[in-house]
């Protein structure tokens, strides 16, 4: 663990009611590195993405994002730290309502002073850097296939130039040639804007073509973290069975 990762989690717990979905988790995300988050099917993978970006309240522990602790923050502070991140969500969350070029125009309005004009010539360049056509921007939603879906809710997690971006599920319902290509546009886009990520996924072939370390998530905390070749070697049956199993060798080339 670094001194100064960019998000740092400890002694979490969350729940719904009497449901206690994390307890006693910790994590640290490191700057500059992709984290893949795996899982069983409900162990909380999602609600620990909610929670880093302040739309799951905590029970009890802390989470600090950017060096600062999110819930000793006022609405001001808040919201500057919250354009320091992008997200997309698991189903894209596009407004349905809205061309591709206003959907990423949304953080634009929410959080700068930037004029229409500006903010469509910077959503058209989002656009484009998210690998769309140009001619994508006037689209609505419901005109798109999925793959180019999840590059328009790309465009908008990257409209605010964040340093920490959150991906969840990007390649979900993807065919495998198309994931692969979306794989290999956030491993670029990665690396040529410095991005840090927190992303969720269930897809072996994402983790492995993206991802530089891994954090499993299982008995409500992090059971074990590391690079693949370090997750193969853990003595855990869902972690042996996950990456050891025919998909996991596949992937991972063993
Ligand atoms: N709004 C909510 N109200 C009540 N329970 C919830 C809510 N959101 C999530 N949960 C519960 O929290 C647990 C973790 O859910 P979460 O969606 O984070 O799982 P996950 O690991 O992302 O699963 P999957 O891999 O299937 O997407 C589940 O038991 C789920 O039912």
Redesign the pocket.
């Known amino acids: 663990m670094s001194a100064d990762p960019i998000i740092r989690i400890r002694d979490l717990e969350t729940r719904?009611g009497t449901?206690t979905?994390h307890e006693h988790l910790d994590l640290d995300v490191e700057r500059g590195e992709v984290l893949g988050v795996v899982?069983p099917?409900?162990?909380?993978?999602?609600?620990?993405l909610r929670a880093i970006v302040g739309l799951k309240h905590p029970s009890a522990g802390s989470i600090e994002v950017f060096g600062r602790k999110l819930d000793t923050l006022g609405d001001e502070e808040r919201r500057s730290l919250e354009r320091r991140w992008g997200v997309m969500f698991q189903d894209g969350a596009l407004f349905s309502n809205l061309t591709v070029r206003e959907n990423v125009m949304v953080p634009m309005k929410e959080h700068t002073n930037l004029g229409p004009k500006l903010s469509a010539e910077l959503a058209d360049m989002k656009i484009r850097l998210a690998g769309l056509e140009p001619d994508a921007g006037d689209k609505f939603p419901s005109d798109l296939s999925g793959g180019m879906r999840k590059r328009a809710a790309l465009a908008r997690a990257l409209a605010l130039d964040p340093e920490l971006l959150f991906l969840d599920?990007p390649t979900a319902g993807l065919d495998p040639i198309t994931a692969a290509g979306f794989d290999t546009l956030l491993r670029q886009l990665q690396k040529s804007l410095g991005l840090s990520v927190f992303l969720?996924t269930?897809d072996v072939d994402t983790l492995n073509a993206v991802c530089d370390r891994i954090a499993v998530?299982g008995e409500k905390k992090v059971l074990a973290i590391g690079t693949i070749d370090e997750l193969r070697a853990f003595d855990h049956p869902w972690v042996q069975e996950y990456f050891g199993g025919p998909r996991g060798r596949a992937a991972t080339g063993h």
Do not use: D
Request: neutral net charge; without cysteine; proline residues 0%.
């Open positions: 719904f449901h979905v899982g099917s409900g162990t909380g993978k999602s609600v620990l599920e969720v269930h998530l």
